[in-house]
């Protein structure tokens, strides 16, 4: 099992930035592939960002690409998300998620997920 805590949402103007974190606990974290979802209320939860175990490997979903960025410390079990040009549109709730094997996009692929942080966005 493995046990994941978000942090570090909260209400930021157009343009501002926020960084999320997401701390593990459990089985051995290095190993994990971890991802960011989202979710807006009202729509289904989206794919943002994924980084394989090595942190070698990095992918966005399009909408974020060039403003959000993911990275691990893996020392530390943590995940982040930094959020730069924030836009309203980004305004959901973000969830940490983890799987074993390579990362995926689709919401089902992941295997444990944490509680979620609020981000919003104001124009």
């Known amino acids: 099992q493995v046990q994941l805590v978000e942090s570090g949402g909260g209400l930021v103007q157009a343009g501002g930035s926020l960084r999320l974190s997401c701390a593990a606990s459990?089985?051995?974290?290095?190993?994990?592939?971890l991802g960011w979802f989202r979710q807006a209320p009202g729509k289904e939860r989206e794919f943002v960002a994924a980084?394989?175990?090595?942190?070698?490997?990095?992918y966005y979903a399009d909408s974020v690409k060039g403003r959000f960025t993911i990275s691990r410390d893996n020392a530390k079990n943590t995940v982040y998300l930094q959020m730069n040009s924030l836009k309203p549109e980004d305004t959901a709730v973000y969830y940490c998620?983890?799987?074993?094997?390579?990362?995926?996009?689709?919401?089902?692929?992941?295997?444990?997920w944490g509680q979620g942080t609020q981000v919003t966005v104001s124009s």
């Open positions: 998620a983890a799987r074993v094997t390579f990362p995926t996009t689709a919401a089902r692929d992941y295997n444990y």
């Open positions: 459990g089985r051995t974290f290095t190993y994990y592939t």
């Open positions: 980084i394989t175990w090595s942190g070698s490997n990095t």
